[in-house]
């Protein structure tokens, strides 16, 4: 059974960090690329970061540029994102989502996911 779960999520103070952990079992992330995603109450799902399969491109939205890195350890068939100088507006679910080979920023392009993991920036 092809699975996603994320891990790393919690409360932390505005301009804290936080590692997320999207580890995939029943298959190999070798040839999948990853996006992250999140939700907050109310808002549609955006695409936060996505790394492809094979050449390391990456994508990062301009809200979380310069704050956030995606990156991969295959050989733990995990995708990680750091997370740093988190603001109250990074609060949200975020969802590690897979598909093969090729990077999108839209989520309907990608066709496992994970569960969620809750990720809440306050004072």
């Known amino acids: 059974q092809l699975q996603l779960v994320e891990s790393g999520g919690g409360l932390v103070q505005p301009g804290g960090s936080l590692r997320l952990s999207c580890a995939a079992s029943g298959f190999t992330l070798d040839y999948y690329a990853i996006g992250w995603f999140r939700q907050a109450p109310g808002k549609e799902r955006e695409g936060v970061s996505c790394i492809s399969s094979s050449d390391g491109t990456t994508y990062y939205a301009d809200s979380v540029k310069g704050r956030f890195t995606i990156s991969r350890d295959n050989a733990k068939n995990t995708v990680y994102l750091q997370m740093n100088s988190l603001k109250p507006e990074d609060t949200a679910v975020y969802y590690c989502?897979?598909?093969?080979?090729?990077?999108?920023?839209?989520?309907?392009?990608?066709?496992?996911w994970g569960q969620g993991t809750q990720v809440t920036v306050s004072s």
């Open positions: 989502a897979a598909r093969l080979f090729a990077i999108r920023v839209v989520a309907a392009d990608y066709d496992y």
